[in-house]
């Protein structure tokens, strides 16, 4: 079975939480921060504080709606089959975009002290 609330994936949800309020009250009102990076790791994207800052999360929640409706609606076979899987793509999903969310806070804080 798909395991939505496992201790890491409640875990992965207050950080991702934490760094998104990090953010609100470390970068700047009116700063500008890179959302996409090239492979040379430069900037090539940038949007206001606030989109930036919600785009990651509702990124997660979309990523997890997926989960949920699979679980939810999805072939109770197959779900045998994949829930190995699926329990390993869901955290490691979430901690991409957290980490994209770290870049993104940590961006706009260099912003702010430079």
Do not use: C, K, Y
Request: cysteine-free; overall charge positive.
């Amino acid at each position: 079975m798909i395991r939505l609330f496992s201790p890491l994936n409640l875990v992965l949800i207050a950080v991702g939480a934490v760094v998104t309020l990090a953010g609100f009250l470390l970068v700047p009102i009116n700063a500008d921060l890179p959302v996409r990076w090239g492979f040379d790791l430069r900037p090539v994207l940038f949007m206001p504080r606030n989109l930036a800052l919600v785009q990651m999360p509702l990124a997660g929640a979309a990523v997890w709606l997926v989960f949920w409706a699979i679980r939810r609606w999805g072939n109770p076979e197959r779900q045998a089959h994949s829930a190995v899987a699926m329990n390993i793509a869901l955290p490691a999903v979430t901690g991409v975009l957290i980490l994209a969310q770290v870049a993104i806070v940590l961006s706009g804080w260099a912003q702010r002290a430079g």
